[in-house]
Each structure stands twice: as structure tokens, then as C-alpha cells.
């Protein structure tokens, strides 16, 4: 491989670059060999597994995890909604399905398990996110935006996500506002106002 002699010289030279989740096409540039060879050879190399055709991504503790795995497949993209709630710690439930916000449409993949779900919005709803680390996630604020608008997760994950981010001092409900405002939806708008200013207690998000 050029003067890489090892795959393993070709896996740190990503490694340091944060480049854990990687094309075919990005070995090909560093080793300057052919897809068909650089295929045939991730395939065989037990430290590397394939997310999706031409995708692949580092294992072990050098590693990607499933954030970044799953935000890198397709591009933009962020992880929204109940994983975000987990990845942020607001929940105390499982994640059973790994929701990615893309602009491009894109069939759902399977990585170690984990069912990854892409759902589109326009490019006028896609905002609101970061990248940390490798992994391209939503802020606090539009994973709650976006299971309101989606209808997903169920109205008490979400109200408890947001009471717990509330109490920890991680969202702003000024944000809140203005990013259901951004998304151009009345009956979202609706839901956000009841879910910052309840009326009563026992006051539901999606009434």
C-alpha cells in the first residue's frame, strides 16, 4: 500500500485524523491504490466494519460509536429526537431506533443491532444542531422541536426529557420558542407555548 505497509498504518493515519467513520475513497487517497483492492482489503481487516456500501467505520476503543457511525452516513445530517435524548442523558429509557434529520432521503441501515431511521425535512426546518466529537447532533432545544413536530416520541418521553433539561439548566425556553417559530408550524408553536407556560399541572404537550 505506497508507503503504508500495514492496513493498520492507514487506520491510525484516520484515527488522527478524526476520520473514524470512512470512505473507500478516502483510503484510495492516502494508499493511492484502486477501490476494488482498498474494498477487498477492509473487508478482510478485523478492525473495521461496514456501515453501509462504501462506508465503513473503526471498532474498538479507538473506535466510532453509534452517534458518530450514524450522522456520517449521510451527509448533512444530525441525530435527533429520542437518541438525542439519551446521548444527552434525558431519559432513562433504551433507544430502540437511532432518528437521523437528513435533507436526502435515504432507506434505513442496521449497524451492531442498532436501527438507524433517516427522515427528511426541508432545508428551512434543518438547523438547530452541532458537531461534537465526530457525531453531528441536535442541541437540546430542536430534539424537543423535532419530536414535537414529528409526533415522536410519545408526549410524556418528551415532556420528561424536557423537564430534566430544564432542571439541569441545559435548554433555553427562549430558544425553544424561537426555533418552533423557525419551523413554521402553528400547531407546533401551539405545543411548545403549552409545554413552556402549562396552564395547570398535569398540562399535556400534545393537547
Known amino acids: 500500500m505506497s508507503r503504508y ?10 484515527i488522527q485524523s478524526n476520520m473514524r467513520v470512512f470512505s473507500v ?19 478482510h481487516n478485523k478492525k473495521v466494519k461496514r456501515a453501509i456500501k462504501g462506508l465503513y467505520y473503526i471498532t474498538g476503543i479507538d473506535g466510532a460509536d453509534i452517534y458518530e457511525i450514524a450522522s456520517n452516513i449521510v451527509y448533512p445530517s ?3 429526537m429520542f437518541a438525542a435524548f439519551q446521548y444527552y442523558s434525558l431519559t432513562d429509557q433504551s433507544v430502540i431506533k437511532y432518528s437521523v434529520i437528513t435533507l436526502k432521503r435515504h432507506r434505513a441501515a442496521a449497524i451492531d443491532g442498532n436501527e438507524i431511521e433517516f427522515i427528511t425535512l426541508n ?13 453531528f447532533m441536535a442541541s ?37 420558542v424561537e426555533y418552533a417559530k423557525m419551523m413554521h408550524s402553528a400547531s407546533l408553536l401551539k405545543k411548545v407555548r403549552e409545554l413552556v407556560r402549562p396552564k395547570a ?5 400534545y393537547e
Open 201 to 205: 399541572k398535569g398540562n399535556e404537550v
Open 78 to 80: 444530525y441525530v435527533s
Open 140 to 176: 437540546v432545544e430542536k430534539a424537543i422541536i423535532d419530536s414535537l413536530y414529528l409526533g415522536s416520541p410519545e408526549k410524556a418521553s418528551v415532556k420528561e426529557a424536557y423537564l430534566d433539561a430544564l432542571r439541569h439548566k441545559m435548554l433555553k425556553k427562549a430558544t425553544l
Open 5 to 14: 505497509l500495514k492496513m493498520q498504518d492507514v487506520l491510525d493515519r484516520l
Open 123 to 135: 432545508r428551512n426546518r434543518f438547523f438547530g444542531y452541532k458537531k461534537i466529537g465526530n457525531a
Open 25 to 43: 475513497l478516502d483510503v484510495v487517497k492516502i494508499t493511492r491504490k484502486k477501490p476494488a483492492y482498498v474494498s477487498k482489503m477492509l473487508s
